[in-house]
């Protein structure tokens, strides 16, 4: 098998492997492009986004400055809860735990001065389960949740190959450069457009 040969059998095999990722990333972008559209349809439903869970007195030593997530770790097990969070001030006088799954979210607001918890479930909606997948990421949670930070870092890669074998295929067919010429000018003109005036 010649290099050529090898070289669309990965082109193609990996536009096979990566054809769900390509797929969850191109839907997902339609959310982030057009959230206040469907924000607006679900407020013309009168549907909640959030729901109570529960408001109960709660009494907690938040430091002023430092890494929340201990803080947040301790309020969502003190609130019997577990899974992937995230912790962030909601200015000086809240602190915010945001427990995510693909398929439901919870949040936690720790009101400092009231001495009160407030726990929140969010309604599921398919555009937040888009932009959820798409946007989650990092080493922070352990668990399967690294693995898919790994699976994400094996994707961002195996896209990067696919470019790059694509390229090679299109210029070992000189009967399409000139196209590919115009195509990949034309890519990268917009781009910059918008990167050097943005």
């Given amino acids: 098998m010649t290099f050529n040969h090898l070289n669309r059998r990965l082109h193609l095999y990996l536009a096979l492997t990566l ?6 990333y191109g839907v997902s972008s339609i959310p982030f492009s ?7 349809r679900d407020k013309a439903g009168g549907q909640p986004d959030w729901t109570k869970r ?22 969502m097990a003190d609130a019997g809860l577990q899974g992937a969070f995230g912790a ?22 720790y009101l400092i001065a009231e001495k009160k918890l407030v726990a929140e479930d969010r309604r599921f909606r398919w555009d ?35 470019v790059a074998t ?19 000018i034309a890519g990268l003109l917009t781009f910059g457009t918008f990167v050097f005036t943005l």
């Fill in 19 to 24: 054809l769900p990722w390509f797929f969850l």
């Fill in 34 to 40: 057009h959230a206040p559209f469907f924000d607006q």
């Fill in 54 to 75: 529960f408001e109960r007195a709660y009494d907690l030593e938040v430091p002023a400055e430092g890494d929340l997530r201990p803080i947040g770790a301790k309020i």
């Fill in 88 to 109: 962030y001030r909601q200015g000086p006088g809240q602190v915010n735990v945001y427990i995510y799954t693909f398929w439901k979210s919870t949040q936690l607001k």
């Fill in 128 to 162: 937040h389960f888009l932009t959820g997948a798409h946007a989650k990421g990092g080493f922070e949670q352990g668990g399967l949740h690294d693995l898919w930070g790994v699976v994400v870092d094996l994707v961002c890669l195996g896209m990067l190959v696919w």
């Fill in 166 to 184: 694509g390229l090679f295929m299109w210029w070992k067919l000189p009967s399409t450069r000139r196209w590919g010429w115009l195509a990949l």
